[in-house]
């Protein structure tokens, strides 16, 4: 019973501190063969509109982690960067990882926030541990505002596919606001010379007995640019036909266009293309300068993942495709006759 | 230690009724969330997570012991269990909540389904889930549960191969950018990805059959949970409208139309 008193004392101490203070974020800082990820670029950007302290969090194995904290301590707004290697970490599992993240918020921890790109890593890991330190989490937010004086996060975030914006508050009534963030919602955090971000040492936290192991990993090899956070991408739909036909047809325009490439969910579901490179609400969400819709209808659940691109250019043969709703700039006619054409013209 | 039962698999399927996929959502004049007088249905990768469980029983045969569905909904959500029951589940609990209550979040959820865990007498073996609820979009209610309970999770599967002789499952992932293979231990709960395999229709036999196994009716205060919402939604508001350009004749003019936006060819 004292002992719980005690406790609670310290507890009153230290959110007397969180309040006068103002918000001490966290940022998981992904990374792939020694390059930070866009998307945490991204996420550092949103934690610096909360308007305090951010620190950002790199795992991964021993040489990785020297690479990366190197560069991370150049990145504008981070105060410090904390950095944990283990082997463990190299390919970073939920079960490895997370005991590390609850031992770093539990009691005691002075950060107020905690926050990653939406990635298929951070979606797997902050969930489970925002749960064991039962806290609610926001996913996939496109705007944040902290406001001190209450202690209270606002997001605005999309639902039903993108259908519904709902503006949410975490109230002060939540100590640690977990949310991942949108990438194409926020421009990516920026290197400068100038910066030194502090580097702590964290230890890891071994899991000797993980329920999970890794076995393989396959990723799509390309030599385009990636998906997620190219300027320009060319995306083929069902009227592809067939795998050959979407490569022969869409290759060489986005070739010329610098673009990376694009699905429906219909062509890849068809298999004319792999479903790394699905666009919509269930994969991949961009917001490029030109986005080019060949033979796609523009079903909601595509739109999802693409509306808010700069220009959209659509091709269909069907003028009541739903897609000319939302294209900026639309051409009723046969892709496989306007494609070559384009190609040709644009060579000139 | 259960000696002889260890080896059979019990299989729960949390399933959600959510706003029918195809229907074009509007929000509504209060700004508090959107129409709901309109067709539902499952959420899509709940019926995923069904057939796949139906799936592992074709595969396993009498390995798999049982196949629960439950679900934490108002009254109607009772529609959503039947679908469930007619595509092969065995029998159903429902977590009911009034139909005035605001919608619980991932994280009530995943408290209430680990109380409904806690009390099945043979235990859980795999809990599969769908990756994410199409109106909330969340995406969050697996990796909580899996959490809780201090289990194994594989997200976003495409593949679920289970050996119920060595308590584990071989479960390949979508990933950003490619695929990734895990092994993980039982009890494990999955989430599924739309490509894991294609739900089957319920059929008319079935539909009827469904209507006599039975569905248990349970509360949050039976649970012990507490599902009030723990964010504040301030308001729900349209996203702001594309104009579309309007259409242009032909490739010259859809080329006019890219340089003037500064989009030329990158090489030549």
Known sequence: MLRTQAFSFRRTLLRTYATASSPNALVFLEHRQGVIDSGSLSALTAAGQLGGQVTGLVLGGSDEVKVIIETAKKLQGLSSVLHSSSPQYTIPLPETVSPLLEKLLSEGSPFTHVISAHSSLAKSILPRVAAKLDVPAVSDITSVEHDASSNSTTFTRPIYAGNAISTVRAPSSIPIKFFTVRSTAFSPAEFSEGAEAELKTLDPVQVSDSPSEHVSTSLTKSDRPELGVASRIVSGGRALKNAETFQSTLYPLADILGAAVGASRAAVDAGYADNSLQVGQTGKVVAPELYMALGISGAIQHLAGMKDSKLIVAVNKDPDAPIFQVADVGLVADLYEVVPELIEKLKR | MRPSAARLLNILVPIKRAVDYSV????????????????????????????????????????????KVVTIGPSKSAETLRTALAMGADSAIHVEIPDSAPPPEPLGIAKALRAVIERQKEGVDLVILGKQAIDDDAGQTGQMLAGLMGWAQATFASKVEVNTADKVANVTREIDGGLEELKCQLPLVVTTDLRLNEPRYASLPNIMKAKKKPIEKLSATDLGVDLTPRLETLKVTEPPKRVGGGKVENVDELIAKLKEAGITAVKA
């Open chain 2, 24 to 67: 074009k959502i509007r929000v509504n004049p209060q700004q508090t969330g959107i129409d709901l007088n309109v067709k539902h249905s499952m959420n899509p990768f709940d019926e995923i997570a069904v057939e796949e469980a139906v799936r592992i029983r074709e595969r396993l045969k009498d390995a798999v012991k049982s196949i």
